[in-house]
């Protein structure tokens, strides 16, 4: 079984839809958590950090269940710039060895 | 903006060529990074530093070897390229939080 895991997707929807991305890990000691944007043939950016009370970055929402070991990604008024593959990504001990899971990739269609 | 640098950007050599990728790094990150990814696949982590003199092999296993004399360099070589090398390789340094990545580089062996 992998440390993280991601849905397999693709996901295509049209511009303004709502949409959801689910992972989960496997180490109950993870510390930090993350989601990274990566366009095709470039690198990985950090999209916002995942706290345990929720947080909002317009609109994107990253929420964490630490008892579930699951973490979500929420876009809303998906745009045709938010197309891109998005990880998951897990730093088991604080400071140390970023874990990224497998991605899923969003395609969103005009 | 992150300041990490990667180069060639673009390696295309024959079998049994030794080749070095460099990558650089101006934010005096103590950690840095390699990754290998294949287009469309995740991450994998193939090498990792902590600071001078210190380098560790990661996940995924790799013929490769890296080094990191100086913080802000932390190159990698392979002393013998074959076809199964070709990937994308791509470097990256961290603070606590966020990692930065390098805009990698793409190497192809004929």
């Known amino acids: 079984r992998k440390e993280v895991e991601q849905d397999p997707g693709p996901f295509n929807v049209p511009e303004g839809a709502t949409v959801a991305f689910n992972c989960t890990y496997s180490?109950?000691?993870?510390?930090?958590f993350f989601w990274y944007r990566q366009d095709c043939r470039k690198e990985p950016k950090l999209l916002m950090s995942v706290y345990s009370s929720g947080n909002e970055d317009g609109r994107f929402t990253a929420q964490l269940n630490r008892a579930s070991q699951y973490i979500s990604l929420l876009i809303r008024d998906s745009k045709l710039s938010d197309s891109a593959t998005y990880l998951c990504?897990?730093?088991?001990?604080?400071?140390?060895?970023?874990?990224f899971g497998p991605g899923t990739r969003l395609s969103v269609l005009p | 903006e992150a300041d990490i640098y990667q180069t060639p950007r673009y390696l295309v050599i024959g079998t049994g060529k030794k080749i070095t990728l460099e990558c650089s790094q101006t934010m005096g990150h103590d950690k840095m990074y390699w990754y290998q990814q294949d287009p469309g696949m995740e991450l994998h982590l193939i090498h990792y530093s902590y600071g001078v003199n210190s380098t560790e092999k990661g996940d995924l296993s790799s013929e490769s070897t890296v080094s990191r004399i100086r913080t802000e360099h932390f190159p990698l070589t392979l002393e013998s390229a074959r076809p199964s090398h070709t990937s994308q390789y791509l470097c990256?340094?961290?603070?606590?939080?966020?990692?930065?990545f390098g805009p990698g580089t793409r190497l192809t062996v004929l």
């Open positions: 180490n109950s000691a993870s510390q930090s």
């Open positions: 990504v897990v730093n088991k001990v604080y400071g140390q060895n970023f874990v």
């Open positions: 990256a340094s961290s603070e606590v939080n966020e990692q930065f």
